[in-house]
């Protein structure tokens, strides 16, 4: 078989050569960096789990269905509409008007008094963040060297995992500061006062996107929309179903070890809120960009020789499950840093293997429609499912310090179970809609 990638570079190059004035490096990653704020406000809920489950008097559900569903419900739609009309838009309205709106509704979340107040503001969250992945991603796809378009949108999706992190670290030091009497002034509760704090950044990310992405042209001026994203993926349910399946458990199990992995730290560990945030976002700053990056020049080299996604995916599941399972019996700060690292890197790995892999199975003028349709599914099953289904299963199957944490080492089982299953089933699919794709671009 040729070379799937390289040939595919080729025809691309010659087929848009005036997309390369859209985006430089530089571009990837401010990109990245609001890629890194997004996912920094989206996990507010995350990090002060433990303080609204006290104030607000929430069961493991009810903390899962604000960090997940509620997130979800506008979102998705959001993202389907921005899959098929955002790639035509100019970027810099776009993407600084999501990151100021997203802005606004993370701090009406800090002043929330009570819980259906924490729900509104993070349906606002939802929407107004479902703009931006799927613009800054066609941006992307459009201008990255062909060659080394996994490491570019590996830059990308580190920005959003070391955001988890950010969150984390950032939100930990903050409540500690606010928790021991600094600034207490604010008349507020730690954790509010430390939410409005670090959603300042927020002001200078929207400067600088609008500025640096003006007069940028759309990724695309035309082209088609969802609908025929929608009739690809019926029309090839081998090929292009079973990878949205794959990467739906792998995200599952991503987002459910990033809603729970500080109150797992809390519980089993015996650290208070701020220094089980802190923890988890040291250890995430490091395995998150290790895993994306790794898998980024994993990919490349997959697509150049000819090959697909699997091993790389299967990799990371594999290092996800072990963690998880390490997790669940770990009572120590080291031993829980030690078992996050692996779900962490393995995970996000996998996700990139997933996304990058999904790119050479469609046309290039059907991408940005396809990465919305691919967002958007990946976003219910695993942030709509992952934190909600392991809240549940905590509260009704298991208890004790470990409780939560055994609930996640099943879900992640079952999730890269699932995952694994559908990736065998269609890689050969993978690989000849990958050369029919290649062969019909090339005609």
Not at 184 to 210: E, Q
Not at 292 to 308: K, P, Q, S, V, Y
Not at 357 to 382: D, E, H, I
Not at 388 to 408: C, E, Q, W
Request: aromatic share 6%.
């Amino acid at each position: 078989m040729a070379p799937i990638n390289r040939a595919w570079c080729l025809k691309s190059v010659k087929s848009r050569p005036d997309q390369y004035s859209l985006l430089d490096v530089s571009g990837v990653a401010l990109l990245a960096v609001g890629h890194f704020m997004a996912f920094v406000d989206r996990a507010v809920p995350s990090v002060y789990a433990p303080a609204l489950k006290a104030q607000f008097h929430l069961t493991d559900t009810q903390l899962g269905a604000l960090q997940g569903p509620a997130f979800v419900a506008l979102y998705v739609v959001a993202t389907l509409l921005a899959g098929h009309r955002g790639h035509r838009l100019s970027p810099a309205p776009l993407l600084a008007g999501a990151a100021a709106l997203w802005t606004a509704a993370t701090v009406a979340l800090a002043f929330a008094p009570n819980y259906e107040s924490l729900l509104a503001a993070r349906l606002v969250l939802g929407f107004a963040q479902a703009a931006f992945a799927p613009a800054a991603l066609a941006l992307i796809v459009a201008a990255a060297p062909p060659q080394r378009l996994s490491r570019w949108v590996s830059m990308f999706t580190s920005g959003s995992s070391m955001g988890r992190s950010g969150a984390l670290l950032a939100g930990g030091l903050a409540l500690g500061a606010f928790s021991s009497g600094l600034l207490s002034a604010l008349g507020h509760a730690p954790w509010r006062a430390a939410v409005v704090l670090l959603t300042l950044p927020n002001l200078l990310l929207v400067v600088l996107l609008a500025w640096r992405l003006r007069g940028l042209a759309p990724a695309q001026a035309g082209g088609p929309g969802l609908g025929r994203a929608l009739a690809r993926l019926a029309a090839r349910p081998a090929g292009l179903g079973l990878h949205f399946l794959t990467a739906g458990g792998v995200i599952l199990a991503v987002q459910a070890t990033a809603a729970w992995a500080p109150s797992i730290v809390n519980r089993a560990c015996g650290l208070a809120p701020a220094a089980s945030a802190l923890l988890t976002g040291a250890v995430v700053l490091v395995a998150a960009p290790s895993g994306h990056l790794a898998a980024g020049w994993l990919m490349d080299r997959r697509l150049r020789a000819g090959g697909g996604p699997a091993p790389v995916l299967a990799g990371g599941l594999v290092l996800a499950v072990l963690g998880a399972a390490m997790l669940a019996g770990a009572s120590a700060p080291a031993s829980a840093a030690g078992a996050l690292f692996l779900i962490t890197a393995g995970g996000g790995g996998a996700a990139l293997a997933a996304l990058a892999g999904l790119q050479p199975l469609s046309p290039a003028a059907l991408r940005p429609p396809m990465n919305g349709l691919y967002l958007a599914f990946v976003t219910v099953a695993g942030l709509g499912f992952g934190p909600l289904l392991t809240g549940v299963v905590s509260d009704r199957l298991f208890a004790g310090p470990h409780g939560l944490a055994m609930a996640l080492a099943l879900v992640t089982a079952l999730a890269a179970g699932l995952a694994a299953l559908s990736c065998v089933l269609g890689a050969a699919s993978w690989r000849r809609l990958a050369r029919e794709t290649l062969e019909t671009a090339s005609a």
